[in-house]
């Protein structure tokens, strides 16, 4: 079983509508999660960290972590054609300070 | 400018020709880590360190060495490149390997190598 898994997508939204980027993790002991965006050809940069159970919300970012179904997800609202990307969750565990990404999910946004 | 550099960008080599990809980050970060990202698998970790002189393995870590003398640098080493280690390897540093750490990896542009 994967430490990550992501649905690979491709996920195709309307411009304006809102995406909805999911993912689940095996490992309980998991502590930290995390959403990164990758432009095709470019390196990941992250967009959204959350450690505790429930909402966090940045701007049209919403991440929502349920720690007891071991799942992470993303809502983009108003989604626009630059949030376009490949879209990694990852988890963070300690000790030892690994990071484990899943295979991420692509999201095209269509003007 | 904070930054992760990596050199080179860009590599095509043949099988057995020992390379060094390098990786330097400014931002005085204690933790750094390499990964490879191919089609199908995601990133995948090879090593990290969370501090100088200290190493482990990540997920994939046969045939890499690594290497952690300064706290800036950490060069990734194949010995004896193979065909199957043709692959996007990214560097990545974080603030801190403690309970200060916010998890935000950084990561270099990439590194491209091809192994014929």
């Known amino acids: 079983q994967k430490e990550v898994e992501q649905n690979s997508g491709p996920l195709s939204v309307p411009e304006g509508a809102i995406a909805s980027l999911n993912c689940t993790y095996s490992?309980?002991?998991?502590?930290?999660f995390f959403w990164y965006r990758q432009y095709s050809g470019k390196s990941p940069e992250l967009i959204m960290s959350i450690y505790s159970n429930g909402d966090k919300e940045d701007g049209r970012f919403t991440a929502q972590l349920n720690k007891a179904s071991q799942y992470v997800s993303l809502l983009i609202r108003d989604s626009q054609p630059s949030d376009s990307a490949t879209y990694l969750c990852?988890?963070?565990?300690?000790?030892?300070?690994?990071?484990?990404f899943g295979t991420g999910t692509s999201l095209t946004v269509i003007p | 400018e904070a930054q992760v550099t990596q050199n080179p960008r860009y590599l095509i080599t043949v099988t057995g020709k020992k390379l060094t990809v390098t990786c330097s980050q400014n931002m005085n970060h204690e933790y750094m880590s390499w990964y490879r990202q191919d089609p199908g698998l995601g990133l995948r970790q090879i090593y990290y360190s969370m501090n100088v002189e200290v190493t482990d393995k990540g997920d994939v870590p046969e045939g890499y060495k690594v290497s952690r003398k300064e706290k800036r640098n950490f060069p990734l080493i194949l010995e004896s490149p193979s065909p199957n280690q043709t692959s996007l390897y990214f560097c990545a540093s974080s603030l801190s390997s403690g309970l200060l750490n916010t998890g935000e990896l950084f990561f270099g542009e990439g590194s491209r190598l091809t192994v014929l």
């Open positions: 490992d309980r002991v998991s502590q930290s």
């Open positions: 990852a988890v963070n565990r300690r000790p030892g300070n690994q990071f484990y």
